[in-house]
Structures are given as C-alpha cells and as structure tokens.
C-alpha cells in the first residue's frame, strides 16, 4: 500500500509544482525566470521521466506554464519601464548624432571645444550602451516567454481535450496574430502549430482564413496555409464557405470600394487581390486531394448556385408574396447532394468522415420575401431526414454579412463562458445564435430561426386589439416627428404619448399558453433571455434595437436579435444618437411581469455581468485577435448610417429626418467621405477606441449590483428615450 501510495504522489509531483509555480507567480514571491526554471521547467522534467502520468495531466500543466509564460510576455509588452527604456535609448541615440556631427565640424577650429564634445560623446555612448543592453534583455525575455507561450499552448491542445479548449485556441491565435511576421518564433512554433488538432481550430477558422495571402512569402504565412490546408482537408463543410467567400471578395464594384475605405489603407484592392488568389490556390490544392475532391465538387456546385440566387434582384412588387423561383436558377437542380444543410449547426469530427450527417435532398421551388427594402429570400430546402428547413438568402444591398457572423461569433465565446459558470449554467443563460455564411461581401445565408415572429409585428396587431382606444402607432410617430421639427421638447411629447399608450407585452405570453406552468416556464425564460442579451448587447455597444430586429420565440418566450451590423456604440453615431445602453422600453418591462426589472431580469443580468468581468481577459484576447483582421470594420459607413434610420418607418410617415437641436449629427458632414480611405493610423485608432470601451464596461472598480442598478436606470429614463429616433419606437 506504500508503495501504491507513494506512485500516487509521484504521478501528482508535476501537477503540484505548477500549481506551486501558478501560486508563486500571483503572489510574486519568487522573479519570473526564478519561477520558469524552480517550479514549471522541474514539473515538465518530471513528466518527460514518468512515463505513465494521464495526457490530462500533462496537458494541464503545460496549459498552467503557458498561461505563466503569456502573463510574462504581455507584461514585458505592456510594461511602462520598457517604453522609457525604448524612448530613453532613441533619444540617446539622437543625442550621439547630433554630438558627432556637431564635433565634425570642429575639427581644426576649436580644439578644446573638440575634447569637450568628445568627453561628452564618450559618457553619453557609455549610458546608451547601458540603456540598449536593459531593453535588449527585456526583449529576449519577451521573446522567449512569447514563444514558451505558444508551443506549450499548443501542446495543451495536442495531448488531449481540455477544459480550456476554446479559449486557449484562442490565445494562441492571439499571440501569433500579433507577431506574425516574427521569424524567430514563427522557426519555434511552426511545428507545434502543425500538431495541434484541426476540429479545435474550427472556431477561429473565419480569423485564420482572412489572413491568407499570396503576397507574402514570409514563414508565418507559410504556416498559415499549411494550418489552413490540414483544417480544411479534414474539416472542408467548416472551411469551405468562408474560402468561397475570400475567392469572390473583391467582385462587388462599389459596396466593395466602400468597404475598403474604412479598413486598413494597406488593404487596398492589390491585398484583397492576393488573398483572392491565396484561397484560389487552396481550393485547387483540395480538389486534387482523394480524400476532399468529391466535397469540392459539391460544395462548389452548391456555393454557386446559392451566391446566383442570393444576388438575384427582385422587384419590390414581389414583396411578401409566394413566388416560384425562376427556372434558371441553379438552386432548383440542387438535388441529392451530399453537402450538409449549411443553415443547421454541424458538431466537428474529429476523425474527417462526416459519415451521418443530414445532406440537401432538395429545394422546393417556390419562396417568399422578408420584407425591407433588401428583399430577403426565404426559401425552404429539403434535407435527408424529410425535415422542411428555411433559410434566408441576401444578396441586395450593402450590409457586410461577415460582421453578423462575427457578432454571432462572439455571442458563441459568451455562451461558452456562461456554460462553465455554476449560477449562470443553472439558470440557463444564453445568448441564441444563429448561422451567418457570407458567400461574398455583400451576399449570404442566414438560417431562418423556426417559430418566432418580429417584436414589431405582434405588437402591430396586440396594441390595438388589447388597448382600441389608447393612441395609434402613426399619431404616437407623428407626434414625436413633428415635436423634434418644431423643435418643441421632445421629452414632452414622449411622455404625452405614454401617458395615451399604455404596454400590451404581457399578454403574448397569455396568448401561447393557457396553461399557468407553461405560462411562466416562457415568461421566466424571456426575462432571462432579455436580461442576458441586454448585458452581452451592452457589452459589445449593439445598437439599433428597434422592435424589427428583435425576434420573439413563439414556442419558448425566448428573443433574438438580429440585424447585428451597429456594434462597438456606432450606434451613438447615427444621425439622431441613441442614448440607451440595450432596449428596456416599457412594452419589454410589462413582459416581466408585476415585478418589472426586479427579481428575476435583475439577478439574471448581474450573474451575465460578473461571468462577463470574471471572463474578461478572454473576451479581450478574442476582440484583440478582430483587431487585426483585415476584413472586419471597426466603424460603419456613414452612407449605411444615414440609411438606418430612414428604413425603421415607412416613407409615408415622415417628411424628412432633419435632427433636432437637442442631437448632433454626423451624417450632415459625412459629405464627400464616400471615396476618401481612411489612414492606417486612423483605423488603428478607431479599433483601439472599440476596445477600450469594451474594457471600460468590464472594469471591476465598481459592484455589480452598482453597474446593472445604472445601466436599468440609463434604459429607462424618459429623458434618454424621449430623443431617440421616433422609428426606434421608443414608447413601446
């Protein structure tokens, strides 16, 4: 037994001293390279002599070093010290300069003026090569603790499955992505890369596929393609769309233009052609392969035949209306075809084969439209299990589908965090997502989420049947309109036209059930829903929640939001701001019930926000890896602004949408900036600014209960509501 005993403790040893390392690190008992060698270097010694340690084990303690490593590097990177170090050198090494050409010019005019300069020059050389040796050992330092970082990272993910999978992928990403041109660590890591599971990549394979390109030859893009290449042999329903997507990226003329204005000025159309050829190559390379060829084949015919229909112009006669779909289209001939339906959510293999799996087995050949002055097609394909899916085609107009996706992106990150927490696991909380698949900068699907309707139709058809005498939609439009033309106060008006509109909210849940159990499962599940969707939209500055583009679940009571293109508080941008945190109007309070904001919506959304907080280094280290992604905008055309606000209402309703004297707005000088690009510096600037404000709504300065008491407070007060654009519907 004590012998059995003392196997036990030795299998622990190298669990126990990264532990140690980790508990030293936080207390800083111990310098860096003291905890590196002392504690996490003995526990991987000790591993590589017992054999028989569990790869969970190993995994866990080369994931504790790497996080060790990371915290090293980024404070190495963030350090104040190394700035002035840096500076202080760069103006040392000014200073030589100057004293050397000024004693040039001495020579043989002024000798002791000439002795003096040089004694000078001397001790100002001796303190330069001082100040470069410090710096230069906090770069080695950096460097090494850099590329540590990485290889043990992925050599976490290699051994076995994780707690921590999602967000080490993550942090890996993150740290190559922000030293991708590094030569030294691209030599270290390439191989690493190379070994860690493809199904783990699949999360972070819109951010790795972005970055292709075949005008740099530089051994980080190498690794990248040869990463890309292994991810997209085994996993090609995952990839394939987003490299269809890359291969039609630079073929919409004047939204494509404008796109490029507002990203980076070095992604100009040369950059965008590269990567279009870069996912060339890569397609062709997959056709060749035995094990992918037949997939590509399929894939192609379908991404074709979809991008063909989604780009189809229709007239706005057909709006609303079944119709069949013209007989051209190659979406009709779509029969049979082993390709998963790309709307529904595919759990990765890890073994490649894909072997039960619901295919297309047709489209029926009619289809009707969404509404909107973009027209989206619902159409409805057939799969393989006989189940009637819908999905939504959209090919018309300017909207950037990739921001939805990595909105939706993001909302996946949440929901994983949410999952691994006790409290909010309990309860439930989630954001619902959906799937987005750009097919070309303006074109795509999106899965058509069953059984919900928009917030604005039923409460069009709730208000009058529940309250006939209170005011209508149009006089409540008109009046706020006409108050901010008049430049009468406004607030005035809003609170007039709540006293004659009273909330109708609770009765769609009296409508779906009659039953008292299912009647509060659905209203308990939409005041959780409401409250988690709230802190997350605040959390990333969502804007633009006017009662269109929130989905009410019929069946569960649950919302979705939709339309994700305003984040990162563009919405405080639009012609006539919007001074909301999220939507808290009275029509969603009423479908709290008697007890409003209190109890359940209350606790929800303070459980959301410390996960959030708790998390927040990972929701950071995401947004930092978008931060450098060359196809996602960091800000919103201001010709898409100015629109937002004129498609909420019909055009009947309004005269004009001049702002008020109590707004500013930005639309009126965006004149002329439709074809300016925007400099590198500025780009850089606008997603810093993005970021910090995302970090400012994570600071733990303040409680929790404080924060949410203030936003509820901000989303209700009559005077934030009052001056939002009348087509937002703020009185209901």
Not at 12 to 33: I, N, T
Not at 36 to 65: D, I
Not at 356 to 367: A, E, K, L, N, P
Not at 658 to 666: C, E, I, K, L, V
Request: some cysteine; hydrophobic content about 35%; aromatic content about 6%.
């Amino acid at each position: 037994k004590a012998t059995k005993d003392s196997q036990v403790i030795r299998h622990k040893l190298p669990f126990l001293w990264s532990q140690l390392g980790e508990w030293s690190a936080q207390a800083a008992l111990e310098k860096p390279v003291d905890i590196r060698k002392n504690y996490f270097e003995r526990a991987l010694e000790m591993l590589k002599s017992e054999g028989k340690t569990s790869s969970v084990e190993r995994a866990n303690v080369s994931h504790r070093f790497a996080t060790f490593c990371e915290q090293q590097y980024l404070a190495h990177v963030r350090s104040p010290d190394v700035a002035h170090l840096r500076n202080t050198s760069d103006d040392l090494h000014a200073e030589v300069a100057q004293l050397e050409a000024e004693m040039r010019s001495l020579i043989g005019n002024n000798e002791y003026l000439f002795k003096k300069y040089d004694r000078q020059l001397k001790k100002t050389k001796d303190e330069l090569s001082q100040y470069r040796a410090k710096y230069q050992a906090h770069v080695q330092a950096s460097a090494h603790f850099l590329q540590i970082a990485i290889e043990e990272f992925a050599r976490s993910l290699a051994m076995t499955t994780t707690t921590h999978e999602v967000d080490t992928v993550i942090r890996v990403c993150s740290l190559w992505f922000s030293n991708f041109r590094d030569l030294p660590l691209n030599q270290a890591i390439a191989v690493p890369l190379l070994h860690i599971p493809s199904h783990k990549l699949i999360f972070m394979s819109h951010q790795l596929s972005s970055r292709l390109s075949t005008q740099d030859s530089h051994l980080g893009q190498k690794t990248l393609q040869k990463v890309l290449r292994k991810l997209s042999s085994q996993h090609i329903f995952h990839t394939f769309y987003q490299l269809f997507a890359l291969t039609h990226g630079g073929r919409d003329g004047g939204p494509m233009k404008a796109r490029r204005s507002l990203r980076n000025v070095a992604d100009e159309p040369e950059g965008d052609e590269h990567r279009v050829e870069a996912a060339q190559n890569l397609i062709q390379i997959l056709r060749s392969e035995p094990n992918t060829q037949t997939r590509v084949r399929d894939l192609e015919m379908v991404c074709s035949a979809y991008l063909e229909w989604a780009k189809h112009r229709l007239e706005k006669s057909k709006a609303g209306a079944e119709s069949p779909i013209p007989s051209e289209m190659k979406i009709r001939s779509l029969i049979n075809v082993q390709v998963p339906i790309a709307t529904e959510h595919l759990d990765p293999d890890p073994t490649g084969k894909y072997e039960h799996i619901v295919t297309i087995q047709s489209y029926i050949t009619s289809f009707t439209t969404a509404g909107g002055i973009n027209l989206p097609k619902i159409t409805r394909c057939v799969g393989s299990d006989g189940t009637v899916r819908k999905q939504l085609f959209k090919g018309q107009g300017d909207d950037d589908m990739r921001q939805d996706a990595v909105m939706e992106q993001v909302f996946e990150l949440v929901n994983y965090l949410l999952a691994g927490d006790r409290e909010t696991r309990k309860r439930r909380l989630c954001v619902r997502t959906y799937k987005v698949l750009p097919l070309a900068p303006q074109a795509g699907i999106i899965e058509f989420v069953p059984d919900t309707t928009p917030l604005k139709s039923w409460l069009d058809r709730a208000h009058p049947n529940y309250r006939p005498n209170d005011m209508s939609e149009g006089e409540a439009a008109k009046r706020l309109h006409s108050a901010r033309e008049r430049r009468a106060d406004i607030v005035d008006a809003y609170l007039t036209i709540c006293a004659r509109l009273k909330p109708v909210m609770r009765h769609f849940f009296t409508e779906a059930s009659k039953l008292p159990m299912a009647w509060f499962g659905m209203r308990l599940n939409y005041a959780r829903s409401v409250a988690t969707t709230s802190i997350v939209g605040h959390m990333i500055g969502l804007g633009d929640r006017h009662t269109s583009n929130i989905l009410l679940q019929e069946q569960t009571g649950e919302v979705v939001h939709i339309d994700l293109g305003i984040a990162f508080d563009q919405g405080r941008q639009l012609g006539i701001p919007e001074l909301v945190p999220f939507r808290l109007t009275r029509d969603m309070v009423d479908g709290l019930g008697t007890s409003g904001v209190e109890g359940v919506f209350r606790r929800c959304s303070e459980e959301t926000l410390r996960v959030l907080r708790e998390d927040s280094n990972v929701i950071m280290t995401v947004l930092g890896v978008f931060k450098t992604d060359p196809l996602y905008s960091w800000t919103v055309h201001p010709l898409k602004l100015r629109r937002k606000q004129q498609e909420t209402v019909p055009a009947a309703t309004i005269r004009s949408t001049r702002p008020g004297p109590d707004t500013h707005s930005t639309m009126d000088t965006a004149g002329g900036m439709d074809d300016q690009p925007m400099e590198a510096d500025t780009v850089e600037k606008l997603a810093e600014r993005a970021l910090a404000s995302v970090a400012r709504k994570l600071d733990k300065s303040l409680s929790v209960s404080h924060d949410v008491q203030e936003l509820i407070s901000q989303a209700t007060d009559p005077n934030n509501l009052g001056k939002i654009y009348f087509g937002w519907r703020p009185w209901l």
